[in-house]
T-cell receptor, first 117, second 116 residues
Framework: AQSVAQPEDQVNVAEGNPLTVKCTYSVSGNPYLFWYVQYPNRGLQFLLK??????LVKGSYGFEAEFNKSQTSFHLKKPSALVSDSALYFCAVRDPTGNTGGFKTIFGAGTRLFVKA | GAVVSQHPSWVICKSGTSVKIECRSL??????MFWYRQFPKQSLMLMATSNEGSKATYEQGVEKDKFLINHASLTLSTLTVTSAHPEDSSFYIC????????????FGQGTRLTVV
């Protein structure tokens, strides 16, 4: 069965510093990996995805993520954090071999990012 | 990007009544829609997957008679919480996928349901 782990409930970083939000996954086949961001009382917004190709994926708002197959990780990064980046971040995985045609998306528990001015 | 609209954004209902939540894809045809439930400070729990014109596939532990899902068209899915109880109070979020390709899901803004 597919699963996603976000080991940190919360990440604190000072504005201007680099940030990393960790994610590891487990799927039976090659994974489709996603990062989403959620602001209070709102739905999720898509940040970036990895399907195949380059291990470093660039996304919205200056975020990027690196797919590491050997470590089964897909950590989210940003070189210079902004206060406005403070939000809840979810890593998600889809297993293309799943019985719903690979559309079923499983989310990690979420990591709350606090960026201090 | 594609827009998914969820309505209402919040609703308060009395225990024992039913509540319908709508999820619409505004500028694309959604072959597959998903319904999630999110508890405070927790992740999204997938409740069911629905494809247009067919019965929804419910996740283990989700009561299909309590959470009725209808995906009547390629742009509309509804979730009806029947005979609501206070423990059904939660944040419900829908998402939609366009086409059959490997695309990201687009999410509605969520519905905060409070059962009193």
């Amino acid at each position: 069965a597919q699963s996603v782990a976000q080991p940190e409930d919360q990440v604190n970083v000072a504005e201007g510093n680099p940030l990393t939000v960790k994610c590891t996954y487990s799927v039976s086949g090659n994974p489709y990996l996603f990062w989403y961001v959620q602001y209070p009382n709102r739905g999720l917004q898509f940040l970036l995805k990895y399907i195949t190709g380059d291990n470093l994926v660039k996304g919205s708002y200056g975020f990027e993520a690196e797919f590491n197959k050997s470590q089964t990780s897909f950590h989210l990064k940003k070189p210079s954090a902004l206060v406005s980046d403070s939000a809840l971040y979810f890593c998600a995985v889809r297993d293309p071999t799943g019985n719903t045609g690979g559309f079923k998306t499983i989310f990690g528990a979420g990591t709350r990012l606090f960026v201090k001015a | 990007g594609a827009v998914v609209s969820q309505h209402p954004s919040w609703v308060i209902c009395k225990s024992g009544t039913s509540v319908k939540i709508e999820c619409r894809s505004l500028d694309f045809q959604a072959t597959t829609m998903f319904w999630y439930r999110q508890f405070p400070k927790q992740s999204l729990m997938l409740m069911a997957t629905s494809n247009e014109g067919s019965k929804a596939t419910y996740e283990q532990g989700v009561e299909k008679d309590k959470f009725l899902i209808n995906h009547a068209s390629l742009t509309l899915s509804t979730l009806t919480v029947t005979s609501a109880h206070p423990e059904d109070s939660s944040f419900y979020i829908c998402s939609a996928i366009q086409g059959q390709g490997i695309t990201e899901a687009f999410f509605g803004q969520g519905t905060r349901l409070t059962v009193v």
